[in-house]
């Protein structure tokens, strides 16, 4: 038969537990040495020495996950590219349809639109949409980068409004009987980004990064 653990190996196991580990133990269910050593560790932790000891780690603890978790890193790259990618291909768009506004765009959407006489207040809507989304992705991306408490509620508008945007126009363009051609690569731009923004608002919404990261004692930082 193997010898019962002693008082003093039964404290070394019970100062090992963690809070969480040591309170499911019942006293009732201990040997009588386990007993002995079960009294004696509740009497330890009850110690404002003790307690002192343990929110300290506590709070170290909180610390290091705060530490590693802020900062754009890990999954945030990943709206911090397309942010960046989408200002610069929205900054694309607007000059080139202010050049095809200005040279042979009426003639190539007269193939595409039976309406000629509302091809106008499309193009119109067309360039004021994109400048006016131009000059919000600037701000998100200005406040993203810099780490605002707010960038994370301006994410998700970014998101929504490139969606509502696109949907709008892409509805405008169907309502006006264009042709495929013109359609073509719309419908998967949109599909693409309601997809996206399924994914991230709910992340800028739950993610533990994202706290941390626009936390506001970071930004006065």
Request: charged share 20%.
């Amino acid at each position: 038969m193997s010898s019962q653990p002693s008082v003093e190996e039964l404290l070394q196991r019970y100062a090992s537990m963690t809070s969480e580990q040591f309170a499911p133990l019942r006293r009732e269910d201990l040997t009588p040495v386990g007993q002995e050593a079960y009294d004696r560790e509740v009497a330890r932790r009850s110690t404002p020495e003790w307690q002192a000891e343990e929110a300290q780690k506590e709070e170290e603890y909180q610390r290091g996950m705060e530490e590693a978790l802020t900062g754009i890193r890990g999954w945030l790259i990943l709206p911090a590219i397309g942010i960046v990618v989408d200002l610069l291909w929205t900054a694309f768009e607007i000059a080139s349809n202010w050049s095809r506004a200005s040279t042979a765009y009426g003639d190539v959407l007269r193939g595409y639109f039976p309406f000629t006489n509302t091809r106008s207040d499309f193009v119109a809507a067309v360039l004021l949409g994109e400048t006016l989304f131009f000059v919000f992705t600037a701000m998100a991306a200005a406040a993203f980068f810099a780490r605002k408490p707010f960038a994370p509620r301006l994410m998700i508008a970014w998101n929504l409004i490139s969606v509502g945007l696109n949907a709008g126009a892409y509805a405008w363009a169907v309502s006006l009987g264009a042709s495929g051609l013109a359609l073509s690569g719309g419908d998967a731009q949109l599909a693409g980004q309601v997809v996206s923004a399924a994914i991230w608002v709910p992340y800028f919404v739950r993610s533990q990064r994202v706290r941390y990261t626009f936390a506001p004692k970071a930004d006065a930082a």
